[in-house]
């Protein structure tokens, strides 16, 4: 049972560890990752037949190896779902790897929570296998208009190596709304979301045990970021905390979280980002002085808030200014 | 496969747009080693422009940074779909006015981003536009005197990386609401003549390069081609736009206003749909 930090020395730059995660007691599994880097990837047990591995609060680089993202299984009598694929083909396979180690049921579903490459890189490497890969009615469509720009983009950012096999992998069944996946004495509950942090957001419940794979519906730590709709995510906050679950494995942050404290500083995040832009568009401010300034208050309460709350703000006005 | 992208861009006069789309979106489809391609940068952003500028302008004399235009935008684009780009005109500088501004984003697949017609008398000294920019790139506004001169200016946007790709948001709600519009007027000091306006419409200004994932055939490209906002029937501003120019096309301008009156805009789209909206001036000044 290594320490955090005796596993962060261990895998040099690919730490399972979340901002303000500081114990991960139970590390189950450790699949040989990259060879000749010495890094593992470990599978935490979250509730009974529940696992999750945490990615770190990084940009996704060669160094990480693209593990940005927590992905999840869930294990039934008969077969497995694995929520998200992952950020490249080497945390693809490392994540199999690391699956076979805690069962030897099929994988039988891939359950993609939206569209971004760290979540959805290693889609082929579940494809191969001859699971399913199920989204959102939206995320093929989402994907045909940024594919290519994906696999040019992060082609630089990341480098040839770890690009290596990356396909973009549409899912072959799409969720409308709701859908069950039965695992075999399990139902894994799948359910569609409106525009919200992509427009193509899906989450996965185990009501056996709880817990609620949240998808990037949540960030903790992380700054989330914003690619479909504010008002959409601001508007779901409340429905999403209805949610009747005891944990959470957020899309990024520590695992597993509290439900639904884990919604309460991206809500906090949203208010403020909101009143500043708010208040900017009223007085006539153009996007380019407003995104200058907006939500900087909270500048010290993430990782990441320079990269991406720019961003983040710059698609919120353009969405605000309609209001 | 580098020459026959650059052989379309040969398309890329303002006659046949719609077709240069196709073309050059069939022309990137074929090649795989523009994806995996090194960053562009200011030499080969400039290279690109030497080659389809003839296209454009002809064999045109284009003069460089007199100061009659200007253009500026965020050297890191926060949002490659989104980039806030602003182009101002020192009337001084142009005794004969301005008749229209074209907007280049050069590594852009349809690189020509909008021409601006400016009304004769209307005044207009800014526009401000949002703009999609798909990597490292040179953005020029070249400004066309009364007397067709041709001026331009530069500014390099680093636009590329990252899970910010130049595409819609949220395109259930776009399609939803295509064509609804907004004006609003912002209050100048009065016994001014100057008036600001913002027009925003509702348009997913699709990019065409989208694959239906079933017939791995290209959705065509459907955005706004054609804009005019006029005082009552004067001409403010008209544009001439593509695929580079945001979702939900938005344009922030000032002009001289003739007394009171309406704000009337027309906006065609490549489907063929018009949208129209008018909204009285509010006096501020007047």
Known sequence: MPTDLFRRRLIKGFACIGAGAAVLPCCLS?????AGTGAKFALKEVADGVYAFGGVNELMTD????????????????????VDSGGSMVEARAFLAAIKEVTDKPVRYLVNTHMHPDHIFGNAAFRDIGATIVGHRNLPRA?????????QSYHRQIGDALMQGIEIVPPTQTVDDRLELDLGGR???????????TDNDLTAYDPATRTFFAGDLVFMGHLPTLDGSLL???RQLDELAAIDAAVTVPGHGPVPSAWPQALEDERRYFEVLAGDLRKAIADGVPLDKAVQTAGLGERGNWALFDD??????????????WE | MKSQALTNRRWFSPISYSLAIAAVAFALLGGSTDIAGAQQTMASSDKIWASFKGDVFGERQIISDTGLVRIEAPKRAQDAALVPVD????????????KAVTLIIDVNPAPLAATF???????????????RVNDYSWLRAIAETGSGQLHMTQTFVKASGGCSAPAVKNTDEAMASMGKMKLRQFPEPAMSQVQELQLMIRHPNNSGFQRDPITQYFIPAHFVQKLSISQDDKLILAMEGGISISEDPNFRFDFKANGPGEIKVEATDTDGKVFQDQWPLEAAGL
């Not at chain 2, 017609?117 to 703009?131: P, Y």
Request: net charge negative; with cysteine.
């Open chain 2, 117 to 131: 017609t400016l009304g004769k008398d209307a005044g207009v000294t800014h526009i401000s536009t949002r703009v």
């Open chain 1, 187 to 197: 139902k894994l509950e799948l359910r569609a979301w409106k525009a919200a942090h």
């Open chain 1, 232 to 234: 959409g995510w601001m």
């Open chain 1, 143 to 151: 994907l045909a208009a940024r594919g290519d720009f994906y696999l």
């Open chain 1, 63 to 82: 160094a990480n190896q693209g593990a940005i993202c927590n992905v999840g299984l869930v294990v039934g009598d008969e077969a497995a779902a694995a």
């Open chain 2, 87 to 98: 182009i101002y005109i020192d009337p001084a500088k142009a005794p004969d006015g301005v």
């Open chain 1, 308 to 321: 991406y709350n720019g961003r983040n703000a710059t698609a919120a006005y353009a969405e605000l200014e």
């Open chain 1, 30 to 34: 450790h699949a040989s990752y990259a």
